[in-house]
């Protein structure tokens, strides 16, 4: 069963700082894995999505990189704004399209 | 703009009443929709898969009496909470995957079912 771990829970930096969000995972045969937004009551926002195949994809000030052998996927953010502030939640897609959420890092970006 | 629409988004029932919950797909088709459920400070937890035409597939522990989904067109699904009770409050989401983006995944808004 796949088990994604997302540490740690919760994370404060200043303004400007760079910053790397780390999830690791249990099972490597996976479809694709997928980082999300998700803003205290909304809905998920798709950030990212590195398929199996693929190391890393790029958007903006995010970057995100695969490393299926070790198990890791990070999410970085150059230039940390405040309205970079949410809960970002990494999942992996297994078999039939079904995903595995980790428990999210909960991000605060101080002015 | 918007993949998904999931309505309503807020929703306070009593206990003992019932709460549906509509999901939708804007645009396109999806024979395939699946809804989640997320507690407090838990991971998001797959509760089912909405097929289109046919019976739902349930999640290990998760009530099929209790939890009525419905996939009756290839654009909406709808879950409906059946004699909610207070630890059914919880925040439901939906979401299904784009033909032809890779198996990108997206959700709806999300509803937050509070039970008094």
């Known amino acids: 069963k796949q088990e994604v771990t997302q540490i740690p829970a919760a994370l404060s930096v200043p303004e400007g700082e760079n910053l790397v969000l780390n999830c690791s995972f249990t099972d490597s045969a996976i479809y694709n894995l997928q980082w999300f937004r998700q803003d205290p009551g909304k809905g998920l926002t798709s950030l990212l999505l590195?398929?199996?195949?693929?190391r890393e994809q790029t958007s903006g000030r995010l970057n995100a990189s695969l490393d299926k052998s070790s198990g890791r996927s990070t999410l970085y953010i150059a230039a940390s704004q405040p309205g970079d502030s949410a809960t970002y939640l990494c999942a992996l897609t297994g078999a039939n399209s079904k995903l595995t959420f980790g428990k999210g890092i909960t991000l605060s970006v101080r002015p | 703009g918007a993949v998904v629409s999931q309505h309503p988004s807020w929703v306070i029932c009593k206990s003992g009443t019932s709460v549906k919950i509509e999901c939708r797909s804007l645009d396109f088709q999806a024979t395939t929709m699946f809804w989640y459920r997320q507690f407090p400070k838990q991971s998001l937890m797959l509760m089912a898969t909405s097929n289109e035409g046919s019976k739902a597939t349930y999640e290990q522990g998760v009530e099929k009496d209790k939890f009525l989904i419905n996939h009756a067109s290839l654009t909406l699904s709808t879950l409906t909470v059946t004699s909610a009770h207070p630890e059914d409050s919880s925040f439901y989401i939906c979401?299904?995957?784009?033909?032809?983006?890779?198996?990108?995944?997206?959700f709806g808004e999300g509803s937050w079912l509070t039970v008094v």
């Open positions: 979401s299904v995957s784009l033909p032809g983006s890779g198996n990108t995944i997206y």
């Open positions: 590195i398929q199996s195949s693929q």
